[in-house]
Every structure is written in C-alpha cells, then in structure tokens.
T-cell receptor, first 109, second 115 residues
Framework: LAKTTQPISMDSYEGQEVNITCSHN???????ITWYQQFPSQGPRFIIQ???TKVTNEVASLFIPADRKSSTLSLPRVSLSDTAVYYC??????????FGAGTTVTVRA | DVKVTQSSRYLVKRTGEKVFLECVQDMDHENMFWYRQDPGLGLRLIYFSYDVKMKEKGDIPEGYSVSREKKERFSLILESASTNQTSMYLCASSFGQHPSDNEQFFGPGTRLTVL
C-alpha cells in the first residue's frame, strides 16, 4: 500500500473547480511536495511543486497547511482535457520518495 | 524540450529470461529513476541514480539491478524475469543534487509482459 494516500477517483463537470487532497503524515522536514498529471499511454507530467502555504501557476494551485501532513491540488474551471490521473509525490521521513496511488479525475460535459 | 526515451514501448519475454530496459535522456540530468506502475499502487521506485556509476535502492529493488555507465543512459535489468514482474516500467530524469528538488521528466513507458 502507498504510504502517501489520495482518493481513488473524482468526477466533475466542465467549468467546475476540482480539489484533490493527498495525505502524507510522515513527510520529511525539508523536501518539496510535487504533483503530476498522467494521460493514457504517456508518462506523468509535472504540474506544480511547493514547500509550504500556497503556490499558483498557470494551470493549478497547491495548498499546503503549516504541518505539511497533507496537500491539496486545485484545478480551476476544469475542461474535458483535464481528464487524467493525478499523482502526488513526497519524500517521507525515511528519505524515500513516495508517490500516491493516483486519483482518476473524470470531467464530463 | 527535455526528452526521455525508452528502448521499447512493448516487450514480451518468457520466465527466466534476462531482460534489459534502456533509458536515455538528452538534457545532462544528474538524476535518473526507474519506476514500475501497477493499478491501485501508483508508481513505485525501483532504483535511482544520482551520478554515473552511483545507484540507490528504492522501495522494490528485489529481482532488479541497474547500470549507469554514462550520464545519459540508465539501464534496468531483470536478471531472471518472473510473471510478477509483468508491469509498466517508467524511466525519469531530473536536475540537481537531491532527487526531490526538481521536476522529473518521464519517458513514455515500457509495457513488459512475462509469460
């Protein structure tokens, strides 16, 4: 089982905001939290990375509470092309990289 | 653009065969990674390398070995393939001294089937 946990799936409609929360209770003190997006038959692709508080780029926002034991990826106003699997990646306190099992986001018209 | 290429998209091997999966990156990245991806388990790190001839075990190194003789190339070796190694194998690379500091660039994956 993944030590980093996230919901298996989420459904949404075009134009809505999608928030995916990843739990990582044993996160290392000094490492980043990173999120990736994966489409079928492709490797994952970087979306966003942060260490604390809030980070925003042109495609997403990342919210990280002060204790860093979770993180929330926010996709504003999703479209059909945002249908994909989303993964969080952290370094745990045993210094091992840990991906979540992935959240399948399905956007419907 | 960074490009990470993997030698095969699909591979079928028989139990007991020695299998080589090759990965090449063209951006002079220090770090290279091998993952396997299975439904419900996400990506699990097999090995990573932070420099030529250097390697570190990941979560599931058993049954695998790696080789990095040149900076751009990272090979995954299945010494004696077994059916439970049927999976999608993903290679990635990144800049920097620390594996988590920078984004990883992934190859398209190799779907390995062991019969």
């Amino acid at each position: 089982l993944a030590k980093t946990t996230q919901p298996i799936s989420m459904d949404s409609y075009e134009g809505q905001e999608v928030n995916i929360t990843c739990s990582h209770n044993n996160i290392a003190t000094n490492d980043y939290i990173t999120w990736y997006q994966q489409f079928p038959s492709q490797g994952p692709r970087f979306i966003i990375q942060g260490y604390k508080t809030k980070v925003t780029n042109e495609v997403a926002s990342l919210f990280i509470p002060a204790d860093r034991k979770s993180s929330t990826l926010s996709l504003p106003r999703v479209s059909l092309s945002d249908t994909a699997v989303y993964y969080c990646l952290v370094v745990l306190d045993d210094y091992k990289l840990s991906f979540g099992a992935g959240t399948t986001v399905t956007v419907r018209a | 653009d960074v490009k990470v290429t993997q030698s095969s998209r699909y591979l079928v091997k028989r139990t007991g065969e020695k299998v080589f999966l090759e990965c090449v990156q063209d951006m002079d990245h220090e770090n290279m990674f091998w993952y396997r991806q299975d439904p419900g388990l996400g990506l699990r790190l097999i090995y990573f390398s932070y420099d030529v001839k250097m390697k570190e075990k990941g979560d599931i190194p058993e049954g695998y070995s790696v080789s990095r003789e040149k900076k751009e190339r990272f090979s995954l070796i299945l010494e004696s393939a077994s059916t439970n190694q049927t999976s999608m194998y993903l290679c990635a690379s990144s800049f920097g001294q620390h594996p988590s500091d920078n984004e990883q660039f992934f190859g398209p994956g190799t779907r390995l089937t062991v019969l």
